[in-house]
């Protein structure tokens, strides 16, 4: 039976859930339109001493939870809180009190995801998380549910806001890192903690999530290698440009014979590759499935209206599934036990800075030692001469990151080599 109010719970009034408000008031009447009843918010759950905003009804404020995940009329609880505590339990109360439940939080449906969908099986509720992935890109849903006739390949993306414009930033002003850091912080473009980001846990936990519906199999935070962006200096961007690639903080997961690999570090990728003008804080998807071949999803990863054009989209979902008492639940779709690759066994290529002393015979040494550890080189450059220091710079073909460490174990011992600059992955191109 079509109710004419669907009612929605919104626990948390921060910048996404301000957009979701803004979202369900602006478009009331095509919302009502696609739903067939109107969706209205009926309660919010905020901490005591919340100080109102302008623009939203702030009567509708509460702080006590018994009345909130008690209120017989609400009919989907939206977690907009973030974090493990008290997001976890606030949306297993929430369904054992028979509410529907949709949330924006990575870092739960990362490491807690498995036991969420099971506990909303359990009490016969829908959970949907499209926005704790890509914002306000639609990413989940096309993985479960449009793309499901694939076997999915690879999903690669830049998933991490921040980093992104920090390294856009930084490849068209040729500025340190830290200085774009400073900036954007003033600016609010970034975290006055920004460890998350700049680490790469923030897109660890979303490749998790990822990577776990596009191959069907529970994939641990745990089990991703992840590298931030806080070694790349102006000097490897220069010298990725000229060698005809762009730096960007991937995250990538293959499935290759049955094993899944997964990595978040900072990438060098051609210039024509599609990701590679993903410019600011956008961010984008590139998905291969073995029938529909490439696909990319492209937008705002974050921000208020973006984000919320997500959850909101997933309150509707419901909201018609609670209409037409149709049960188009897809829930848990982790339904396969997939190993995860050794990240020694990962194949790449490399970029390699070295800063050496200008004598014969350092090329040859540094050439012999990659030679006996089966790593092939593609090019090399050097920049300087007579100096007490030079910058070589080697490109690999592609090979495996245990040989690959191995040999720049023995390289930094060499008499010759003064230290090692940066290493860092190169994707694609004409690297074999
Ligand atoms: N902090 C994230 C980013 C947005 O910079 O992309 C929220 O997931």
């Given at each position: 039976m079509?109710?004419?109010?669907?009612n929605?719970?919104?626990i948390?009034?921060?910048t996404?859930?301000t957009?979701?408000a803004?979202i369900l008031?602006?478009?009331q009447e095509q919302?009502?339109?696609?739903?067939g009843s109107?969706?209205e918010?009926k309660?919010i759950l905020?901490?005591?001493?919340?100080?109102?905003?302008?623009?939203?009804?702030?009567s509708?404020?509460?702080?006590?939870?018994?009345?909130?995940f008690?209120?017989p009329?609400?009919?989907?609880i939206v977690?907009?809180i973030g974090?493990?505590?008290?997001?976890?339990?606030f949306?297993?109360?929430?369904?054992?009190?028979?509410?529907h439940?949709?949330?924006a939080n990575?870092e739960?449906?990362?490491k807690n995801?498995?036991e969420i969908l099971?506990?909303a099986?359990?009490?016969q509720?829908d959970?949907m998380?499209?926005?704790?992935?890509?914002?306000g890109?639609?990413i989940i849903?096309?993985?479960?549910?449009?793309l499901?006739?694939?076997?999915?390949?690879?999903?690669?993306?830049i998933?991490n806001?921040t980093t992104?414009y920090?390294l856009?930033?930084?490849?068209?002003e040729?500025r340190?890192?830290?200085?774009i850091?400073?900036?954007?912080?003033e600016?609010?473009?970034a975290?006055?903690?920004?460890t998350?980001?700049?680490e790469?846990?923030?897109?660890?936990?979303?490749?998790a999530i990822?990577?776990?519906v596009a191959f069907?199999?529970r994939?641990k935070?745990?089990?991703?290698?992840f590298?931030?962006?806080?070694?790349i200096?102006?000097?490897?961007?220069?010298?990725?440009k000229?060698l005809?690639y762009?730096?960007?903080?991937?995250?990538?997961?293959?499935?290759?014979?049955g094993?899944?690999e997964l990595?978040?570090?900072p990438?060098?990728?051609?210039h024509?590759?599609?990701l590679?003008?993903?410019?600011d804080?956008?961010?984008a998807i590139?998905?291969n499935?073995n029938?529909?071949?490439d696909?990319m999803?492209?937008?705002?990863g974050?921000?208020?209206?973006p984000t919320g054009?997500?959850v909101?989209?997933d309150?509707i979902?419901i909201?018609r599934?609670?209409?037409?008492g149709?049960?188009?639940?897809?829930?848990?779709?982790?339904?396969?036990?997939k190993p995860?690759k050794n990240?020694g066994?990962?194949?790449?290529?490399?970029?390699?800075?070295f800063?050496?002393?200008?004598?014969?015979?350092?090329?040859?040494?540094?050439?012999?030692v990659?030679?006996?550890?089966?790593?092939?080189i593609?090019?090399?450059?050097?920049k300087g001469?007579?100096t007490s220091e030079?910058?070589?710079v080697?490109?690999?073909?592609v090979?495996k990151?245990?040989d690959l460490q191995?040999s720049?174990?023995?390289i930094?011992?060499?008499?010759?080599v003064k230290r090692?600059?940066?290493v860092i992955?190169v994707e694609?191109?004409?690297?074999?």
């Open positions: 079509v109710k004419s109010v669907i929605v719970g919104i948390g009034l921060g996404v859930g957009g979701v803004q008031e602006r478009n919302i009502a339109s696609r739903v109107k969706v918010i309660k905020e901490k005591p001493g919340y100080q109102p905003k302008a623009d939203i009804n702030n509708l404020i509460i702080n006590d939870s018994e009345a909130f008690n209120d009329d609400i009919d989907i977690e907009l974090g493990l505590d008290p997001a976890n339990d949306i297993l109360r929430a369904m054992k009190c028979g509410k439940v949709v949330t990575k739960l449906i990362a995801g498995q099971k506990m099986s359990a009490c509720v959970c998380f499209e926005a704790s992935t890509g914002g890109i639609p849903r096309p993985l479960k549910q449009c499901a006739a694939n076997a999915i390949e690879e999903v690669m993306g998933i806001g992104n920090i856009s930033k930084m490849t068209q040729g340190e890192f830290n200085e850091l400073k900036e954007a912080q600016k609010g473009y975290e006055a903690d920004p998350s980001d700049v790469g846990y923030d897109a660890a936990y979303k490749l990822l990577a776990s069907n199999t994939v935070v745990d089990d991703i290698y590298e931030g962006i806080t070694k200096t102006p000097l490897d961007i220069e010298y990725a000229n005809g762009t730096i960007k903080l991937l995250a990538i997961a293959k499935e290759i014979d094993k899944i990595r978040v570090h990438t060098m990728i051609p024509e590759h599609p590679s003008n993903v410019h804080a956008f961010n590139f998905v499935g029938a529909v071949g696909v999803f492209y937008g705002a974050a921000g208020s209206l054009s997500a909101v989209g309150i979902d909201a599934n609670i209409n037409y149709c049960n188009t639940r897809v829930g848990c779709t982790c339904s396969m036990e995860v990240m066994e990962v194949t790449s290529g490399y970029y390699i800075r800063h050496v002393l200008d004598q014969p015979g350092v090329l040859a040494a540094i050439s012999g990659f030679g006996q550890k089966n790593v092939s593609y090019s090399v450059i050097q001469q007579g030079v910058e070589l080697f490109v690999t073909q090979v990151e245990k191995a720049l174990k023995e930094e011992h060499l008499p010759e090692i600059g940066n992955r694609g191109g004409k690297l074999s």
